[in-house]
């Protein structure tokens, strides 16, 4: 009989330490942003994003590794331009700021004055700042006066995996409501700006707004407001001006698009032992575990995705009528690839599918159009004299 003491059995791997496996040993996570979580609730069906968000991979690394580099990001002046700006909106204890909430949002309360309060909201880690924010919206809802929260610390839970948000600033109103305050660099012209950076702007406070009502579900007295603050520059100058935007449109598509994520504990279960994302690893073993988590390509990645360029690659070399757009691909139906979609637009798809038959008749229609133009006398259009020149 052996002296030595039984072996314990194998610990179960946990969801920890498979996603860490999933990044590589030695590549520290990277965190979610308000901004990526917009951009993932805009396609919730990729799971490919979802497993590496989740899973903290860099997804800049792993497509440069892949070959497929995307170039995204502020440039360094417009990072320097905004931090001054925010800095100006910010200086004086946060009494700009709080006046421009306070004469867009709540003229029906007292001014803000000197007195507000600013809690120090430093602590150890993403998970100490989070729970620090959530003391100090605590009680500055019982103290019942205007609370600045700069750069407060939010949790949200997505696809079960905590993610840690940033927002430019936090206002808590003497009546128990919450104001998510977004600070932009962009100009705010004749009291309007940029449609396209103010719909990116809304639905990336939709997303502090669905992490505050987490919070505040908690807290007695407490309001999360669905009408946030905007500031901008005013017309071309460094002066702070701020516009409401209602967000309730975007913080209930958001939220219905994070409930439809797939869990990352799932994702992970279905991949095999051993695959990586590590960018240590060669490029022909990075395609393959890339190519081993489904993806949802459509051309709105390229703005949204630093892996876009890869999966529309691979889109296109699949024949995948994603390549196309969503909308094409909602009007295809069952046609799944363009050769399909070739095929039904000359007769030879199946005449009982009703997206075959309409296809094959738009092409029809079409060349009917095409021969009847051609058909048609050409206008005489006299010759232009020679240049004198």
Not at 149 to 163: K, N, S
Request: hydrophobic residues 45%.
């Amino acid at each position: 009989m052996s002296s030595y003491p039984p072996s314990s059995p194998a610990q179960p791997t946990t969801l920890r330490q498979r996603l860490a496996g999933l990044r590589g040993p030695a590549v520290p996570p990277r965190p979610l942003d308000a901004r990526a979580l917009a951009a993932l609730a805009a396609n919730p069906g990729c799971g490919r994003r979802a497993l590496l968000d989740g899973a903290g991979v860099d997804k800049n690394a792993l497509a440069t590794a892949l070959g497929s580099p995307a170039a995204f990001g502020q440039s360094q002046f417009a990072i320097v331009r905004g931090n001054s700006f925010e800095a100006k909106v910010k200086g004086d204890g946060g009494a700009e700021l709080l006046r421009l909430v306070h004469a867009h949002l709540d003229t029906a309360a007292e001014p803000p004055g000197a007195g507000a309060l600013v809690p120090d909201l430093t602590a150890a880690g993403p998970e100490g700042r989070a729970a620090r924010t959530a003391l100090a919206l605590r009680e500055a809802t019982s103290a019942k006066d205007w609370t600045l929260l700069d750069h407060p610390m939010l949790a949200l839970e997505v696809a079960g995996t905590p993610a840690y948000l940033e927002p430019d600033a936090v206002v808590v109103h003497p009546d128990g409501r919450w104001t998510v305050v977004e600070i932009k660099s962009f100009p705010m012209i004749d009291a309007a700006a940029d449609a396209a950076k103010v719909g990116a702007a809304a639905r990336q406070a939709a997303v502090y707004v669905l992490a505050l009502e987490r919070i505040a579900g908690k807290v007695a007295g407490a309001e999360v407001g669905h009408t946030v603050l905007l500031v901008c520059p005013k017309d071309f100058s460094n002066l702070p001006t701020a516009a409401p935007v209602d967000i309730r449109r975007e913080r209930s598509v958001t939220r219905r698009q994070l409930d439809r994520l797939t869990r990352v504990e799932e994702l992970a279960a279905a991949l095999p032992e051993g695959l990586s994302f590590d960018p240590e690893r060669t490029a022909e073993e990075l395609a393959e575990a890339v190519s081993a988590v489904e993806a949802a390509y459509a051309p709105e990645c390229l703005a949204a995705c630093e892996l876009a360029f890869h999966c529309r690659e691979r889109a296109r070399a699949a024949d995948e009528v994603t390549a196309l757009g969503r909308s094409v691909r909602g009007e295809l139906g069952a046609l799944t690839t363009v050769e399909e979609a070739l095929a039904a637009a000359a007769g030879a798809g199946c005449a009982e599918d009703p997206t075959a038959a309409a296809l094959h008749r738009a092409a029809r229609l079409r060349a009917e159009a095409l021969e009847q133009a051609a058909a048609l006398p050409r206008p005489h259009v006299p010759e232009s004299p020679a240049c004198p020149c």
